[in-house]
């Protein structure tokens, strides 16, 4: 099934509210479009539903927009309101066979994974891309578990045959050992969300990924 969205891109940035310095979801949302970013995550732990949804009304229509791909983390049914491009779940959530049920087939599903048994069962229960990580130790997610080793990415890039991003603790200085491992796309909070001009930090890390790709030839 050919789902809508573009994964033809190297960067998938995801909110932090709590780490945007101030800056509301909106705002930073506004900021990553601006700067050309393809697709957006909204990740948002403390809020309650209906602010949630509110948002995510909001969102959707800016995203809709500007022709980005919108996807909600953890909230299938909120997902699936505000008529999202897809949704992100965890392994504790419910199987993705049951989520397909629930969202059909246009719809994204996005799973974490950590070892190479999650990333095949992913694939044979129809997901549409995983995520890899955490890369590195990171402060962002509340109940990480500890890195899961290069060696799981390097497993996902020669074995498991749908997109993947890689995710944890990726900032500026760090991407090209990533990137070196064989991933296409990074999934980055922090270091955007905390940057004082989001449109800068994005394109800076644009330049790197488009550096470590020429060096890792
Ligand atoms: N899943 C695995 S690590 C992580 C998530 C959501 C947090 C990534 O955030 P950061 O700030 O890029 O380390
Ligand atoms: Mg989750």
């Not at 979801?25 to 506004?30: G, K, L, T």
């Not at 890369?135 to 290069?150: L, Q, R, S, W």
């Not at 020669?158 to 296409?184: D, L, Y």
């Amino acid at each position: 099934m050919e789902r809508n969205y573009r994964f033809n891109t190297e960067l998938y940035c995801i909110t932090a509210e709590e780490l945007s310095m101030g800056r509301s979801n909106i705002e930073v949302v506004r900021e990553m479009i601006a700067a050309g970013v393809q697709i957006i995550q909204y990740r948002e732990k403390d809020k309650k539903m209906k602010d949630k949804y509110s948002e995510c009304c909001i969102i959707r229509k800016m995203t809709k927009e500007a022709g980005v791909t919108f996807i909600v983390n953890d909230d299938i049914d909120l997902a699936m309101i505000v008529q999202a491009d897809g949704v992100h779940i965890g392994q504790d959530d419910l199987p993705i066979e049951k989520v397909r049920l629930l969202v059909g087939d246009k719809m994204i599903i996005g799973i974490s994974t950590h070892c190479p048994a999650e990333a095949q069962q992913a694939v044979l229960s129809g997901a549409d891309y995983i995520g890899v990580g955490p890369m590195f130790k990171t402060a962002t997610k509340k109940d990480v578990c500890d890195p899961v080793g290069f060696e799981y990415l390097e497993y996902v890039a020669k074995n498991i045959s749908i997109p993947f991003v890689a995710i944890g603790g990726i900032k500026i200085n760090n991407i090209p050992e990533v990137m070196k491992r064989g991933t296409q796309c990074l999934a980055i909070i922090s270091e955007i969300t905390t940057a004082s001009d989001i449109s800068g930090k994005i394109n800076q890390i644009r330049q790197v990924i488009k550096n470590s790709k020429v060096e890792g030839k």
